[in-house]
């Protein structure tokens, strides 16, 4: 009895011990994204978005474009268009030809367009899950969770896949309360691109005919 007791105290020391040891890995790797990211004045990136409905077999496809530089973010879709300045945020429709403009508070969102590649910096825990070798390619597979007010968060998790090599994220996956999925493939990263000054804002008088519904 006594040597059965030993042996599963045994057993949950060195559970114990792996998982710290999967945290501290997880953190470290995002630690090195984070310092990576955080070194570049703007960045695009090309994406593939699927996203997979609760009951649906087969997932809807985007694909996009997504440009950062500090606070200011601009995606661009075939059917939208995301811009915003940091402090102000447009979401124009193209097909019905609308644009809505709301004010922007980057500090109610935990998952943005501009916080995508460094948002576990906070309010996530980390683990370690494993490493991939695609095609040549090493890859970890990292899983965060909500720190805080789980139960109040759209999402329970978020797993990223890091290219181990070049620093950066290639895939990130939420998962949903409701079920929902949705991933992000990153097919092209590029850094420190020029952007003009105008280029995270909107003007509706090039859009005739447009709808301007302003929320703010």
Avoid: H
């Avoid at 978020?158 to 949903?176: G, H, M, N, P």
């Amino acid at each position: 009895m006594l040597k059965s007791l030993f042996t599963s105290a045994l057993i949950l020391i060195s559970v114990a011990s792996f998982g710290q040891d999967n945290i501290r890995k997880a953190t470290k790797i995002l630690n090195q994204v984070s310092r990576s990211y955080k070194s570049a004045k703007s960045l695009k990136a090309n994406f593939e978005m699927q996203i997979l409905e609760p009951g649906s077999k087969k997932p809807t496809t985007e694909k996009g474009s997504l440009y950062i530089k500090g606070e200011n973010f601009k995606v661009e879709m075939s059917t939208v268009d995301i811009i915003c300045d940091g402090k102000t945020q447009w979401y124009y429709m193209k097909d019905v030809n609308e644009v809505q403009i709301t004010n922007y508070d980057s500090k109610s969102q935990d998952i943005s367009p501009n916080n995508i590649f460094t948002m576990y910096d906070k309010g996530f825990k980390s683990l370690w899950l494993e490493e991939k070798n695609v095609k040549g390619r090493m890859l970890d597979v990292i899983e965060l969770v909500p720190k805080d007010n789980q139960e109040r968060k759209e999402y329970t998790k978020v797993k990223l896949t890091i290219d181990r090599v070049a620093k950066e994220i290639v895939q990130s996956e939420i998962f949903f309360r409701s079920g929902r999925n949705m991933k992000y493939f990153v097919t092209q990263q590029v850094r420190n691109i020029n952007l003009a000054a105008n280029f995270f804002s909107f003007d509706p008088t090039k859009k005739p005919g447009i709808v301007v519904v302003d929320l703010r």
